[in-house]
């Protein structure tokens, strides 16, 4: 998926889950931000594997938002669970959309991708790029939960 996507889409999540009323504009576009610098593999011609992978984009967000729930404000936690789930949803999507991702870079660089089409009478029903774009969806439409979660995750 392309770099324009990826800015866009958590960019309209955010905003529809009016998470930019707590953040800001700013801090909404800063964390839409973050999801297109992974795409920074392709522009310094990396092997879309520096960033592309589940250590960057699940590993390390997860340790922030770990940090940030012993350590940090509502505002940084909730801030960090946007990074985790933007970051997340980025190599998901391209995992779905027709590119490789080297899932477990550093460890080994193996491509990985899921492509498939389910057609029904030369009509195509359901296709990987769908299916990614369900998961990229379901992943942001956590931010419209954003608070509950945290206040859940607090409680417990
Ligand atoms: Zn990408």
Same mark, same amino acid.
């Given at each position: 998926?392309?770099?324009?996507?990826?800015?866009?889409?958590? $960019?309209?999540?955010?905003?529809? =889950?009016?998470? %930019?009323?707590?953040?800001?504009?700013?801090? +909404?576009?800063?964390?839409? &931000? #973050?999801?297109?610098?992974?795409?920074?593999?392709? $522009?310094?011609?990396?092997?879309? =594997?520096?960033? %592309?992978?589940?250590?960057?984009?699940?590993? +390390?967000?997860?340790?922030? &938002? #770990?940090?940030?729930?012993?350590?940090?404000?509502?505002?940084?936690?909730?801030?960090?669970?946007?990074?985790?789930?933007?970051?997340?949803?980025?190599? +998901?999507?391209?995992?779905?959309?027709?590119?490789?991702?080297?899932?477990?870079?550093?460890?080994?660089?193996?491509?990985?991708?899921?492509?498939?089409?389910?057609?029904?009478?030369?009509?195509?029903?359901?296709?990987?790029?769908?299916?990614?774009?369900?998961?990229?969806?379901?992943?942001?439409?956590?931010?419209?939960?954003?608070?509950?979660?945290?206040?859940?995750?607090?409680?417990?």
């Amino acid at each position: 998926m392309d770099s324009l996507f990826h800015f866009i889409f958590p $960019l309209m999540a955010a905003l529809a =889950a009016r998470i %930019h009323m707590k953040h800001g504009v700013i801090g +909404v576009l800063l964390m839409a &931000l #973050s999801a297109v610098l992974i795409d920074v593999d392709h $522009l310094i011609g990396l092997p879309g =594997a520096m960033f %592309h992978n589940l250590f960057f984009t699940l590993a +390390v967000p997860f340790t922030i &938002l #770990s940090i940030m729930y012993t350590w940090g404000r509502e505002t940084e936690r909730q801030a960090a669970m946007c990074l985790l789930l933007f970051l997340f949803s980025h190599t +998901v999507l391209d995992l779905f959309s027709g590119g490789t991702v080297a899932l477990f870079y550093p460890i080994t660089g193996q491509q990985y991708a899921i492509n498939f089409n389910v057609t029904w009478g030369g009509y195509q029903i359901i296709s990987s790029s769908g299916i990614g774009l369900l998961i990229f969806f379901s992943i942001l439409l956590v931010c419209f939960f954003l608070q509950d979660i945290d206040r859940y995750m607090v409680k417990y």
